[in-house]
């Protein structure tokens, strides 16, 4: 994998040399180079992930088992005789709606038999004294009705650490009682079956000490939910396989939906406090990948389970909630680069689980280059004489397209591959309709993002932003013409200056750009079109990008839809 992805940076270098050398390489020529190179990484990490992932799953006899060895059959079965803590981390969430997920969660475990080696604990750190008051009556009502023996609630007096402090916190005053913890987002669901398994494998893996399972998104009304996870859906499931083939046992962590040993997490996990003050110091924020490298010096692998399972999650239901979050994302994986100096701590760590942290870095590190090549474009063209290596640019242009779209085509590739897959997803009317939407979408919302990012590490650079623990919007809701406009006007603006500069040089290159320009250009009207109801309604009458579990519920979902109907009709 090293291997491929240096050839493939390689080859993209050599092109952008030739290319800006046609008739002598300036600054421009120089400035693209560099921005090419910074883009590179990460697409080519995608596109062998993906190309791997596809091979794994339909080029190889047992190819899962090559990336997930644990997986090989038989597979663990019998009773569970550990005991699991199932645990909802919550902030100033509605608490009706995070506590019939854990409900149903518990619901599915009980008829399944198992249901009494699991404990259910909901960690709060809500700070909103109402929003404290209802937590605390529906979770006494919940153990009325259940029994308060298996069902357990506290709420810390401040958020001291965010979310990993909390999980600390159980660890530390009530750790000693569990064998493995399963620690649930506020929007997560999972079904007994995929707990089940996952415990069991566990407990027969005794050097396991993270096992995350492949988590995806429930079935949304929201338009924008529902396109974004339905390209996420098939669109990871290559792209997973591929990174947990080389990742090995320094795999990742994404903070829930995984089950973890107690034991070596509270003895080995405890994060570092950064040096320095905000917004790169202090504590650490995307915490979960640091738990991962940590258990792993530790000792404990840390594996996926890189197949599709009853482990949910819910999306943004708007582009402005999904760019605020991405943001988040951003303060707490840039602060690695600071983890990485903390003396001792890099040089401790397995090579792998180094790069992983470098890899969570290229994430965000590497975006400004995106909106910058753009803005060069126009002086390249400027640049260009009439010898210009047309064929050439268009060559490196449709390359780097093509390694973008990779986990993407992969995973349309892997639905028409499998027996059944197209079915599951409505037909191939619906799927190849519902691909078309969501290649379109994805295009505009990558050009969305970008912007947002690139403006939010400026802010960062500058110290203007410090980190917060916010509820998250759940639920859909229309964005109108100020909220979106306040929201994205840089990128209307960005967008139409490089168009109109585009235009006057080169016209016929406007039209090469309309693809990645549009997104700047449409942003408002998108993030309006796509939050507005009526489409997430026609959508759902359509079937459009429809996830398999809107055709055929799980029995969790049903559990969760019956829950979720008596707590309206109660209310």
């Excluded at 753009?374 to 002086?379: E, I, N, Q, S, V």
Aim: contains cysteine.
């Amino acid at each position: 994998m090293l291997v491929a992805n240096l050839a493939t940076v390689a080859l993209v270098l050599a092109g952008m040399v030739a290319l800006g050398a046609h008739d002598g390489f300036s600054v421009v020529d120089g400035l693209l180079l560099v921005c090419a190179l910074a883009i590179t990484p990460w697409n080519a990490i995608g596109f062998w992930n993906a190309a791997v992932g596809l091979y794994l799953l339909h080029g190889r006899r047992r190819g899962i088992e090559a990336a997930a060895p644990f997986l090989a059959p038989p597979l663990p079965e019998g009773p569970i005789t550990a005991r699991t803590a199932i645990l909802l981390t919550v902030r100033n969430e509605d608490p009706s709606r995070a506590l019939a997920r854990l409900k149903a969660v518990k619901a599915d475990l009980d008829l399944s038999g198992h249901g009494g080696a699991f404990d259910f604990h909901v960690l709060s750190d809500t700070s909103r004294p109402e929003i404290a008051t209802a937590e605390e009556a529906l979770v006494a009502a919940w153990r009325a009705q259940e029994g308060a023996s298996r069902i357990f609630y506290r709420r810390r007096a401040d958020n001291a650490g965010f979310k990993a402090g909390n999980i600390r916190a159980f660890c530390t005053d009530a750790g000693e009682r569990y064998d493995f913890m399963l620690p649930l987002d506020a929007d997560s669901l999972m079904g007994a079956d995929t707990i089940l398994s996952m415990v069991r494998l566990m407990a027969a893996y005794p050097r396991l000490g993270i096992l995350q399972s492949l988590v995806v998104g429930l079935p949304s009304q929201s338009a924008f939910g529902r396109i974004f996870q339905f390209g996420m859906r098939h669109g990871m499931r290559s792209y997973t396989l591929g990174a947990s083939w080389w990742a090995g046992d320094c795999g990742p962590f994404w903070g829930h939906n995984a089950v973890i040993r107690v034991a070596p997490f509270r003895d080995a996990c405890h994060l570092p406090e950064l040096p320095g003050g905000p917004p790169f110091g202090g504590p650490v924020l995307s915490h979960d990948q640091v738990e991962a490298v940590l258990m792993r010096r530790a000792g404990y692998e840390v594996r996926v389970l890189p197949v599709e399972s009853e482990s949910y999650e819910e999306n943004p239901p708007a582009a402005t909630d999904f760019v605020g979050r991405d943001l988040r994302w951003c303060l707490g994986n840039l602060q690695y680069l600071r983890l990485l100096t903390v003396p001792g701590l890099a040089a401790s760590l397995q090579p792998m689980s180094r790069f992983q942290l470098v890899w969570a870095i290229l994430m965000f590190v590497t975006v400004p280059a995106h909106p910058t090549l753009l803005a060069l474009l126009p002086l390249a063209a400027a640049e260009a004489g009439p010898a210009y290596p047309t064929g050439l640019a268009l060559a490196l242009y449709g390359g780097m397209m093509a390694m973008a779209l990779l986990p993407k085509l992969a995973g349309v590739a892997d639905v028409l591959l499998t027996t059944g897959g197209v079915a599951r997803y409505g037909g191939a009317l619906r799927f190849a309709g519902s691909v078309a939407v969501e290649l379109v979408f994805s295009f505009l919302l990558s050009a969305i993002t970008a912007m947002a990012v690139t403006l939010e590490m400026v802010r960062l650079l500058l110290g203007r932003v410090r980190a917060s623990w916010r509820a998250q919007a759940r639920d859909g809701h229309g964005v109108d013409f100020a909220h979106a406009a306040r929201a994205f006007w840089p990128q209307t603006v960005f967008g139409l200056a490089v168009l109109v500069a585009l235009l006057a040089v080169q016209p016929v290159l406007a039209l090469w750009a309309a693809p990645v320009l549009a997104g700047y250009v449409l942003a408002i009207p998108f993030t309006m079109a796509t939050a507005d109801p009526r489409l997430g309604r026609l959508c759902v009458r359509l079937g459009l990008c429809a996830v398999p579990e809107e055709f055929r519920p799980s029995r969790v979902q049903r559990l969760l839809a019956g829950e979720s109907f008596e707590a309206r009709r109660a209310a």
